[in-house]
Structure formats: structure tokens, C-alpha cells
């Protein structure tokens, strides 16, 4: 890391981190498949901390080093599975499917990546998780409203 990017990284994936783990928490009681996105949530903002803490010892030997890659590939299989699961179950407009085609470059990016064949790691981890996120965002956002606002039937 270096030390232009570090505010912003530690930034980035701290408040993302701690913000997806307020999230599963507050969501309310009468939310549709609750367990499983509080899970959801909760792994991923739990591997986004990992992640970040991992990006400042990753360099001190090999222990650390696997330690920040496998959390890293972990939270890229997360959101895969998640991403795919929220499209299957809640994608009913343009804004959805941009936020998942987003997230499927962001995923090819990161593989190419990682196996060397391009350096871009940073852009593909944005893209990933702002289509992820705004999948994520949307489709809760909708499932919770859709199912909390009473229907108002003329007298």
C-alpha cells in the first residue's frame, strides 16, 4: 500500500466494513429471507475488516499473505454467490441488472488479475463492490419497503 492510497483504502473498506455489519443488524424483523441476508451481510462485513486489516501485515510473511488473499477471494465468492442469489430472487428493473453487470466486470477484472494477465486490482474491487452494493442496496430497499408500507384500500 502506499501512502497516498492509504486514507482512502482504510477508509473505503472500514467504513464498508462497519456499515454492512450495522446493516445486518438493523434489518427489521419483518424483512423477507432476514436470517440469511443478516448472514450475508454479516460475512461480508466481517471479511471487509479482515481484508483491510490484512492489507497493512500482508507484506510481514507468508501467514499474513494468505491470510489477506484467501480473505479477499473469500469476499469476491460472497458477493458472486450473493449477487446471484439477489438477482434470482429480486431483479425487476434496468438498475438492477446494470448493478449486476457492473459487479460480472468487476469479477472478470479481479480473475484477470489475479492470475497476472492485467494490473488492475483496485478498479476491478471498486467495480465489483459498487455493483454489488447497489444490487445489494436496491433489491433489500425494495423487498423492505414493498413489505412494511400498508396497502391502502378506497373506502
Known amino acids: 500500500m502506499h501512502a497516498r492510497t492509504v486514507i ?5 473498506f472500514g467504513l464498508c466494513g462497519v456499515l454492512t455489519l450495522l446493516a445486518a443488524k438493523a434489518l427489521p424483523h419483518e424483512t423477507p429471507n432476514r436470517r440469511a441476508l443478516q448472514w450475508i451481510l454479516s460475512l461480508a462485513g466481517s471479511l471487509y475488516i479482515l481484508v483491510l486489516i490484512s492489507t ?7 501467514v499474513f499473505d494468505t491470510i ?9 465468492l ?7 442469489w439477489l438477482a434470482r430472487s429480486s ?3 434496468a438498475l438492477q441488472v446494470v448493478s449486476l453487470a457492473v459487479q460480472i466486470v468487476g469479477c472478470i477484472l479481479s480473475v484477470l488479475t489475479y492470475f497476472g494477465y492485467l494490473h488492475v486490482l483496485f478498479i476491478a474491487e471498486m467495480l465489483t463492490n459498487i455493483g454489488f452494493g ?6 433489500i430497499g425494495r423487498t423492505v419497503t414493498s413489505e412494511m408500507v400498508p396497502s ?4
Open 8 to 12: 482512502p483504502y482504510t477508509l473505503a
Open 56 to 62: 497493512y501485515t500482508y507484506q510481514v510473511n507468508n
Open 68 to 76: 489477506h488473499v484467501y480473505a479477499g477471494i473469500g469476499l469476491f
Open 78 to 84: 460472497l458477493e458472486a454467490v450473493a449477487a446471484i
Open 91 to 93: 431483479i425487476r428493473d
Open 134 to 139: 447497489a444490487l445489494l442496496v436496491h433489491a
Open 152 to 155: 391502502v384500500e378506497p373506502s
